[in-house]
């Protein structure tokens, strides 16, 4: 019996699992999933998605959003902060115009000024979407990209913003406060650079 607990504690953690960083979406790939959701009129997921990846927020802190957050004066804003619940500091964000109108039609459907929760949980109006039922929803919407789901996840959203700003500017200081890490160290982990990226940009720079 000890021998085969010992066998059991030994097999390593990520056997079977896919290990890594998941990946950013492409412009293109955005755009799909836009576009079908808009098409099968789910305003719902529609608002998630656009404000997911405006946001740049982990998923503990995406589904918790509330709608004193992103409105003010029955209008939705154009820029917004909260405080992480990792860090307890603050980090603001940009809502464009494609997130603010879908975000405008969630909000008519839900009639929910008085809500708390900008996306609450239909098993629980007093409780918000769980970060589960959000991975779930990001599978969801991957799949019928024809991309591997597996490949991506809650931290694809949170990471194509800034991946696309970071490979147009090589800003990584903006990508930094955008993200709202503490440590500039973390944000080169998060982005995943390495001396190839490093090389790439400084061959796009003449002096």
């Given at each position: 019996m000890?021998?085969?607990d010992h066998l059991l504690?030994?097999?390593?953690?990520?056997k079977g699992r896919l290990i890594g960083q998941k990946r950013p979406l492409k412009?293109?790939?955005?755009?799909t999933i836009r576009t079908?959701?808009?098409l099968e009129g789910n305003k719902r997921d529609l608002a998630l998605f656009n404000l997911a990846i405006d946001s740049k927020l982990r998923a503990?802190?995406?589904v918790a959003i509330r709608v004193s957050d992103i409105q003010?004066?029955?209008?939705?804003r154009e820029r917004a902060s909260v405080i992480q619940k990792k860090t307890r500091l603050p980090v603001q964000f940009e809502l464009t115009e494609p997130t603010r109108l879908s975000l405008a039609c969630w909000l008519h459907v839900r009639r929910c000024q008085s809500a708390i929760y900008l996306f609450p949980s239909r098993l629980d109006s007093s409780k918000h979407l769980s970060t589960r039922q959000y991975a779930r929803l990001v599978h969801d919407w991957i799949a019928p990209t024809g991309l591997n789901s597996t490949s991506y996840g809650t931290h694809s959203m949170r990471r194509t913003k800034?991946?696309?700003?970071y490979r147009k500017t090589g800003?990584?200081?903006?990508?930094q406060l955008l993200l709202g890490h503490t440590k500039l160290e973390t944000t080169v982990r998060y982005l995943g650079i390495d001396v190839e990226d490093a090389l790439t940009l400084s061959e796009q720079l003449e002096i």
């Open positions: 000890i021998e085969s504690e030994a097999q390593p953690w990520n412009s293109r790939d955005v755009w079908r959701l808009d503990c802190d995406l003010a004066a029955d209008r939705v800034v991946a696309q700003i800003n990584l200081r903006a990508v």
